[in-house]
């Protein structure tokens, strides 16, 4: 969404999303070291809707609102949002790349043909039987945090989680509840979990921060605008 509002300046620019809307299900945690960075993105009524909590390591947000405000930018800028979307094929023209997708809907597909094709598959959550986009070409770019690995995360009562290891990254959010991730699913709340996923995400802890997403965006975005 960052790179997608970065570009949409200079570009046309569309973004085809697996699954039913932007930000479900949520896969990065919902911590932000410098909350003013999104103040360039969305308005402050948006960030006061986000209900930012004041915690150790900066600031807890719902990420999936994050995305989604993010979106709405997005759109007010005229870039186009494919959900429920996968690219079927992929080919390399002269002048850059020919995309075919497939939507939710019995005529909801079509081919455009683009300059740059900006490869980020690996924050896509794909549940067990799931169809992968067909991405069988040298993208112009993938964005780099560095390698991922599995990982746990879910939403708990806050009043359960008196007893998590030291082990476990928790970020308390401002309606009594904690977002909990772990590497194996080790811990459990004792009233169960409100909600939970099984994702893939950047081994290194400050590369799974909201804050790195916004610079890695903005990274991606300048180097397609000085090629361009």
């Given at each position: 969404m960052i790179?997608?509002?970065?570009?949409?300046?200079?570009?046309?620019?569309?973004?085809?999303?697996?699954n039913a809307e932007i930000g479900l299900p949520s896969i990065s945690p919902g911590i932000i070291s410098n909350l003013q960075q999104l103040a360039h993105y969305i308005t402050e009524e948006q960030i006061n809707f986000l209900q930012p909590k004041e915690i150790e390591d900066g600031y807890s947000v719902r990420s999936e609102w994050v995305l989604k405000h993010l979106a709405v930018t997005a759109a007010e800028k005229n870039v186009q949002i494919f959900t429920r979307t996968r690219i079927s094929e992929s080919f390399l023209t002269r002048n850059g790349f020919s995309i075919e997708y497939t939507g939710a809907g019995p005529n909801s597909m079509g081919q455009i043909e683009c300059n740059f094709l900006v490869d980020d598959r690996q924050w896509t959550y794909s549940p067990p039987g799931a169809k992968h986009h067909n991405i069988n070409v040298e993208p112009s770019l993938q964005p780099n945090f560095g390698s991922f690995h599995p990982m746990h995360g879910g939403t708990a009562l806050t009043s359960d989680c008196t007893d998590i290891p030291t082990t476990i990254t928790t970020y308390n959010r401002h309606e009594g509840l904690t977002e909990v991730w772990q590497r194996s699913p080790e811990w459990i709340p004792k009233h169960g979990w409100i909600e939970s996923i099984s994702c893939q995400l950047p081994r290194l802890k400050k590369n799974r921060t909201i804050d790195a997403q916004i610079q890695t965006g903005r990274l991606t975005a300048n180097h397609l605008n000085e090629v361009n």
């Amino acid at each position: 969404m960052i790179s997608a509002i970065e570009l949409s300046n200079h570009f046309e620019v569309y973004v085809f999303e697996l699954n039913a809307e932007i930000g479900l299900p949520s896969i990065s945690p919902g911590i932000i070291s410098n909350l003013q960075q999104l103040a360039h993105y969305i308005t402050e009524e948006q960030i006061n809707f986000l209900q930012p909590k004041e915690i150790e390591d900066g600031y807890s947000v719902r990420s999936e609102w994050v995305l989604k405000h993010l979106a709405v930018t997005a759109a007010e800028k005229n870039v186009q949002i494919f959900t429920r979307t996968r690219i079927s094929e992929s080919f390399l023209t002269r002048n850059g790349f020919s995309i075919e997708y497939t939507g939710a809907g019995p005529n909801s597909m079509g081919q455009i043909e683009c300059n740059f094709l900006v490869d980020d598959r690996q924050w896509t959550y794909s549940p067990p039987g799931a169809k992968h986009h067909n991405i069988n070409v040298e993208p112009s770019l993938q964005p780099n945090f560095g390698s991922f690995h599995p990982m746990h995360g879910g939403t708990a009562l806050t009043s359960d989680c008196t007893d998590i290891p030291t082990t476990i990254t928790t970020y308390n959010r401002h309606e009594g509840l904690t977002e909990v991730w772990q590497r194996s699913p080790e811990w459990i709340p004792k009233h169960g979990w409100i909600e939970s996923i099984s994702c893939q995400l950047p081994r290194l802890k400050k590369n799974r921060t909201i804050d790195a997403q916004i610079q890695t965006g903005r990274l991606t975005a300048n180097h397609l605008n000085e090629v361009n």
